[in-house]
């Protein structure tokens, strides 16, 4: 299993948390299944921007992203060098601390066509 700090968020982990994930999981999976409900509008399609993230440690162990969550991400809210989508970041043998930002742009949630 493989450690990950996640860093406090106001609305989906007020307290911070430390979870433990298998390697081959995805980072999206992983937070869902240890209670943390980050966003995925798009049902982990890679078709949104909703469950991005900034890794802030145990990035450069990470497979490099691939060409279309590059061109989503640079839709993100907040976008940093690190920010990958959680959806298609598969969790390895490196721990990872992330970061949910605070704001996220899902355009069925607000309302917009």
Not at 10 to 15: A, I, M, V, Y
Not at 49 to 65: I, N
Not at 81 to 108: D, M
Request: aromatic share 2%; proline share 7%.
């Amino acid at each position: 299993m493989t450690r990950i700090i996640v860093l406090p968020h106001l609305e989906l982990c007020p307290q911070g948390a430390v979870i433990d994930a298998p390697p081959g999981r995805s980072l999206c999976d992983a937070l869902l299944e240890n209670g943390i409900e980050i966003e995925h509008a798009c049902e982990k399609s890679c078709a949104c921007t909703t469950c991005h993230v900034v890794v802030r440690e145990g990035f450069g162990a990470l497979a490099p992203a691939e060409e279309d969550e590059e061109d989503l991400l640079d839709k993100a809210w907040g976008l940093e060098p690190t920010s990958r989508l959680s959806c298609q970041t598969v969790v390895g043998e490196v721990p990872l601390t992330v970061e949910i930002p605070k704001y996220t742009i899902n355009q069925a949630k607000e309302g917009k066509r």
